[in-house]
């Protein structure tokens, strides 16, 4: 039988490997709540890797594993308890927290989307996926985090859209190789985009360069809700979206060239950026 503090310990196992900036911002944040945000991650990356790392399976197979997945966890939590070596911290996070079970079934919605929708028209069809994808993030982590008022939430919503559009336009070749394009249609036709050709063309460049300023709103946006954070909390997340913005600064210096190199914020950075902010001193 696993222990409460081995399933923690997979979950920031998971955050470790795969979520590396999400992970360094998180030593900001008190000893005591780490292990809750690492707790949320684990659920978000078990399912990722049910949609995008069963191997050679067909869709129907994916979809059967996930629904698995969600029944497992919400009947893991109308006990209080799991078995499952990720599941048991999540269970218990979300009862210390009492976040709302509803926002894991809009993630599953959105998680279920990706086997069976290749690509979206417009953005506000972008936005309703990312509605359970990444702007249900910020609900989900807005309990551990204690923002002093309610009008925190559609700015943590925002960080969510913010960091998610930034992974897009950073994985767009891997997410070609998965068949799937989450830069809207409309952007591509209006700037006369083949993106099946992986080519940096002007076109292309200009068509980077819209998206980028309009993911960059996004984080203005999430700005104006790290006030209503305390300042241990205000702190973890600033951290987080200084070093996933940049990002989008090395696009830029790549000339948009987001095919043939991942963008990525070097380890160092992150250390620097975490470090500055563990200190004490006016921020």
Same mark, same amino acid.
């Given at each position: ?13 998971? %955050? ?20 809750? =945000? ?12 049910? =949609? ?28 209080? %308890? ?26 599953? %919605? ?56 930034? %992974? ?12 799937? =394009? ?90 620097? =950026? ?10």
């Amino acid at each position: 039988m696993i222990t409460l503090d081995q399933s923690y310990a997979r979950c920031r196992e998971l %955050n470790k490997a795969y979520g590396t900036t999400y992970y360094a911002a998180t030593f900001v944040l008190p000893r005591v709540k780490r292990h809750h =945000v690492h707790a949320l991650y684990g659920f978000c990356r078990y399912a990722d890797d049910i =949609v995008d790392d069963l191997g050679p399976v067909p869709v129907e197979v994916r979809e059967k594993a996930l629904a698995d997945f969600g029944d497992r966890f919400f009947a893991d939590l109308a006990d209080g %308890n799991s078995c499952d070596p990720v599941l048991k911290a999540v269970v218990h996070t979300v009862k210390a927290f009492g976040i709302d079970p509803g926002c894991f079934q809009r993630f599953l %919605n959105s998680m279920a989307m990706d086997l069976t929708v290749s690509g979206y028209d417009t953005f506000d069809d972008l936005l309703e996926y990312m509605d359970g994808s990444a702007a249900v993030i910020g609900e989900m982590m807005l309990p551990i985090l204690e923002p002093s008022s309610s009008d925190a939430r559609p700015h943590a919503r925002d960080l969510g859209i913010a960091f998610q559009l930034t %992974n897009f336009l950073r994985d767009v070749s891997e997410d070609l190789d998965r068949g799937r =394009v989450y830069i809207p249609q409309e952007d591509l036709r209006r700037f006369g985009v083949s993106i099946d050709g992986r080519r940096v063309t002007e076109s292309w460049r200009e068509l980077m360069r819209y998206e980028i300023a309009r993911t960059r709103d996004y984080y203005v946006s999430a700005d104006c809700g790290i006030a209503y954070l305390p300042a241990s909390s205000a702190r973890c997340i600033r951290s987080a979206r200084c070093l996933y913005s940049e990002i989008l600064d090395r696009i830029e210096t790549a000339d948009y060239d987001v095919f043939s190199r991942r963008a990525r914020v070097p380890t160092w950075r992150k250390l620097l =950026v975490v470090g500055r902010s563990i200190m004490p001193g006016p921020r």
